[in-house]
């Protein structure tokens, strides 16, 4: 019985939160790429295009 309103409540949630929810794993992967001495900002262009295309 509590799984479906669980369920139900996380949906509500997610839905609140709108693209930037989507779009967090894109970020993510992009700012750990960043870090990454001398080739870390061109490798995060794809990543951060993924989060631009999201929004």
Known sequence: M???SLLASLLFLV?????G?????C???????KM???VGHA???PTD????VID
């Open 2 to 4: 509590k799984i479906p």
């Open 15 to 19: 839905s609140l939160g709108g693209c």
């Open 21 to 25: 929810v989507v779009a967090a794993p």
């Open 27 to 33: 970020r993510v992967t992009s700012a750990v790429l």
């Open 36 to 38: 990454v001495p001398l």
């Open 43 to 45: 490798a995060a262009l």
């Open 49 to 52: 295009a993924c989060a631009a």
